[in-house]
């Protein structure tokens, strides 16, 4: 690695006026050969950088040279970053405090302090005058008399470079508190216990767990989620009884394929604790009883290609699966004690134009969560068979259910916002259709939607399918082919990203800029349909039908076609990575955060975590077929010699998601074949993982830093 090279640019920089950028680090290149089972051989020099201990002090030097380079060549753009995070912060209610929910005679919600990266999370007892929008004007109002805190996660992250709860659950009685907490962003937690009576953390420490744990009825025994310390996968439910060793805890199930995740929940009516396990393609869901813990019954044994959830309320099962050839989903219905698919009924038909994604049981109707053209609705079933849907009120936006704790309640909590309007949380009563504003995400500095437009566009792909577009702009915008655009996009995993608000984004818009999400296939947001063309053998409709998106804005003027920048994370960073082999030329600036770029290696190795979980998504590339088209796509493997356009690609050094090395790699690698004088920087955060930095304010450093960097390349103002 010629980091004396580095160094020496660096210092000349430093030491004179001009304007001449440092030389980068380049990594050393130590032959190294990728051999999948069938014979097949890859070159891999850069293949040294990996280091599982994140401790090689010949790695950690590059890392470290990199984010030099990064200071060095982003030192220009210093005064924009310091403004865009002021503005994006200054937007934000420093105070603020989400909407509580009730259950179990308390009230629970989470709130910020002034000044403060962290939440508390807190709860008051139920009473009279007491409900949730008299808690939220107590909570604006700084009276705090009558609470409880639960947790204070500022002192609980003092001194640690990251801190996050993953998930708190409070036992049947209201008495004790179980936590789990991740110290590095690997997303391997430890299990906290908190004695609510006195105060008192009890001895109990359980390590190496996912954040998902439930309590029996009888108010000491916990059920937990135990990931494998080195995939992460996560292997077994184990049962802790409080003030035991937990050395002993008794497994209650094993998950011995390794292409399933795993979770536990309590059913709807807390009669039962639920295991549910998923692959990519198949679910199976065991049960027990939450006051007397035993065997764990199959609800359904797991069926390759027959995927399925459900819940229990009213003395039923309902489930919804894609069983029967319902590809977008359907819901049915199994009496106590079914063990077979085969005594289920139907209660909600399948359609081709309806994607249902979830449901809420309540006593006096069903809420389900459906997906029609592009966009989501809510849709209220009655007992009578009668129907009604959740209005909406513009053409692009994004509606879900929020937290309904309490299945006999008549009112149904949802949630509402679009690329103009904040998030917002509303209660519709379904009985009277009384509907209740009950908050509104404040957003200060002058914000008014009324100065901004939201428009749903329709791009047509190369193979004729038309590819849904959301796109915002400030009012007086000019669609005459001359602005500055970033075009978002993921399409992977099913995951559709509709159209949210963005207190960051808005200063984007606020300079001129449009901001457009493409709805590529690989997501869901046109039903089942258009997960499938998006992946396995079809993934490269995700990256073309990006593109696609890109060359219809620009035909429609919305940007100058040497002034657009995309943007992908994860997933969604392989995306950037595939357009700029596929497309350099489109883009003046990629923006890259945590990227998956190194699919085909990654896939053929299964002790990274999550490989096994993910064959049904990009294929095994152990199998010649889905080698063969994963080579032709995989971002690393297809660098070349040509121009690619300035690139910001970022990572967190304790990623357990997409591991550092992927882009570490990819960097080495495009600093050797890039033609072109475009910046490309690579930013490691040390002290974090797949989420970036912990805290309510500090990714906002991390995102001003990008944005400014892709600003100063778009030559806005």
Same mark, same amino acid.
Request: a negative charge.
């Given at each position: 690695? @010629? ?29 190294? $050969? ?16 990996? #280091?599982? $201990? ?23 753009? @210093? ?5 865009? +995070? ?30 403060? #990266? ?40 003092? /001194?640690? #470079?990251?801190?996050?709860?993953? =998930? ?36 109990? %420490? ?44 008794? =497994?209650?199930? %094993? ?21 549910? =396990? ?13 006051? *007397? ?31 029967? /050839? ?87 909590? +949802? ?37 901004? =437009? ?103 003027? +919305? ?92 990572? /967190?050094?304790?990623?357990? *998601? ?25 930013? $490691? ?33």
């Amino acid at each position: 690695m @010629k980091i004396e090279t580095f160094l020496a640019g660096l210092f000349l920089m430093s030491s004179s006026s001009a304007q001449t950028l440092p030389t980068p680090p380049q990594a050393a290149q130590h032959p190294h $050969t990728v051999t999948a089972p069938f014979g097949a051989q890859r070159q891999d020099n850069y293949y040294w950088l990996r #280091d599982d $201990t994140r401790e090689r002090p010949d790695m950690l030097a590059y890392l470290n040279a990199e984010n030099a380079y990064a200071d060095a060549v982003l030192a220009t753009s @210093k005064p924009t970053q310091d403004a865009l +995070y002021h503005e994006i912060v200054a937007r934000i209610q420093q105070d603020d405090a989400s909407v509580p929910f009730r259950e179990r005679g308390y009230w629970y919600y989470a709130r910020f302090e002034t000044g403060k #990266d962290y939440p508390i999370h807190a709860r008051r007892q139920d009473g009279a005058g007491i409900d949730a929008q008299s808690i939220l004007q107590a909570n604006a109002n700084g009276n705090f008399d009558g609470e409880q805190i639960l947790l204070d996660v500022n002192a609980l992250a003092a /001194g640690k #470079d990251y801190f996050s709860i993953g =998930v708190y659950e409070v036992t049947p009685n209201n008495r004790v508190l179980a936590y789990a907490e991740d110290t590095n962003g690997r997303r391997q937690y430890t299990l906290r216990f908190i004695d609510l009576e006195s105060g008192k953390t009890l001895a109990d %420490t359980i390590s190496g767990v996912a954040p998902n744990v439930v309590w029996a009825d009888d108010n000491k025994t916990l059920f937990y989620v135990e990931n494998d310390p080195d995939t992460l996968l996560t292997k077994r439910v184990k049962k802790h009884v409080l003030g035991t060793d937990p050395a002993t805890d008794t =497994v209650v199930y %094993t998950e011995h394929d390794d292409s399933f995740y795993m979770g536990i929940d309590r059913s709807r009516d807390d009669q039962y604790i639920v295991i549910g =396990v998923g692959s990519t393609v198949s679910s199976e869901l065991r049960y027990t009883s939450a006051a *007397q813990p035993g065997q764990f019954t199959v609800l359904a044994p797991r069926e390759r290609d027959v995927e399925y959830d459900a819940d229990h309320y009213g003395g039923r099962w309902v489930i919804r699966t894609n069983a029967d /050839g319902a590809k977008n989903f359907k819901l049915m219905t199994a009496a106590d004690g079914s063990t077979s698919r085969t005594a289920w009924q139907d209660l909600v038909a399948h359609r081709d134009d309806v994607l249902i994604e979830g449901f809420e049981l309540f006593q006096h109707f069903t809420a389900i969560a459906e997906r029609s053209g592009g966009l989501e609705r809510v849709r209220i079933l009655r007992p009578d068979g009668s129907e009604a849907f959740v209005s909406a009120d513009e053409s692009a936006y994004s509606m879900g259910l929020d937290v309904n704790s309490e299945a006999e309640s008549p009112w149904l909590r +949802y949630s509402y916002t679009s690329m103009t309007t904040p998030s917002t949380t509303y209660a519709l009563n379904v009985l009277t259709n009384e509907r209740l504003l009950l908050k509104r995400q404040p957003v200060l500095g002058g914000y008014d939607p009324e100065k901004y =437009v939201t428009e749903r566009l329709w791009a047509t792909a190369r193979d004729g399918t038309q590819i849904p577009v959301s796109i915002v702009y400030k009012k007086g915008f000019e669609k005459n082919g001359q602005a500055a655009l970033l075009q978002y996009g993921y399409g992977s995993y099913g995951l559709s990203m509709d159209p949210g608000f963005s207190v960051s984004v808005v200063s984007l818009l606020d300079r001129g800029m449009a901001y457009a999400i493409a709805h590529i296939r690989g997501g869901q947001e046109m039903g089942r349909a258009w997960y499938e063309n998006g992946k396995l053998l079809n993934k490269k409709n995700t990256f073309t039908d990006f593109i696609d998106v890109t060359e219809f804005l620009v035909q429609q003027g +919305y940007a100058a076609p040497n002034r657009v920048a995309a943007h992908g994370g994860s997933a969604g960073g392989l995306l950037m990575g595939a357009i700029s082999n596929m497309a350099p030329d489109k883009y003046r600036v990629i923006l890259s955060q945590v990227p998956f770029v190194d699919v085909t290696t990654t896939m053929l190795d299964p002790s990274i975590p999550l490989t096994t979980n993910e064959y049904d998504e990009w294929g095994n590339p152990e199998q010649k077929q889905y080698y063969d088209y994963i080579v032709t796509y995989s971002p690393y493997d297809n660098l070349e010699a040509k121009a690619y356009p300035s690139m910001f690609i970022g990572t /967190g050094l304790w990623d357990s *998601q997409v591991q550092y090395w992927e882009p570490a790699k990819y960097v080495a690698r495009l600093r050797t074949l890039n033609t072109s004088h475009a910046p490309v920087i690579f930013r $490691t955060n040390m002290e974090a993982g797949h989420g970036g930095k912990s805290g309510r304010f500090r990714r906002y450093r991390e995102q001003a830093e990008m944005y400014a960097f892709m600003l100063e390349q778009l030559d806005v103002r």
